[in-house]
């Protein structure tokens, strides 16, 4: 997937469900070339909170969501 088809799901997505949203974009890109996430419950939850300190609502490119 492209960064800006990845940005534009993740754009629909976020409007629908922000922590989704966020989830799923760590998960695009931590998969490998087969698109497959090896990662522990654990090591999800540290990159969230490491990414999205002020919360998972946040947005992840920078300014307020396109609307």
Same mark, same amino acid.
């Given at each position: 997937?492209?960064?800006?088809? &990845?940005?534009?799901?993740?754009?629909?997505?976020?409007?629908?469900?922000?922590?989704?949203?966020?989830?799923?974009? &760590?998960?695009?890109?931590?998969?490998?070339?087969?698109?497959?996430?090896?990662?522990?419950?654990?090591?999800?939850?540290?990159?969230? &909170?490491?990414?999205?300190?002020?919360?998972?609502?946040?947005?992840?490119?920078?300014?307020?969501?396109?609307?």
């Amino acid at each position: 997937m492209t960064n800006r088809k &990845i940005k534009r799901q993740y754009d629909r997505l976020f409007k629908k469900n922000p922590a989704g949203a966020n989830t799923w974009l &760590i998960l695009q890109e931590l998969k490998d070339e087969k698109g497959e996430v090896i990662t522990s419950e654990e090591e999800l939850a540290e990159l969230l &909170i490491v990414r999205f300190p002020d919360g998972l609502d946040t947005y992840a490119f920078g300014g307020p969501e396109n609307e």
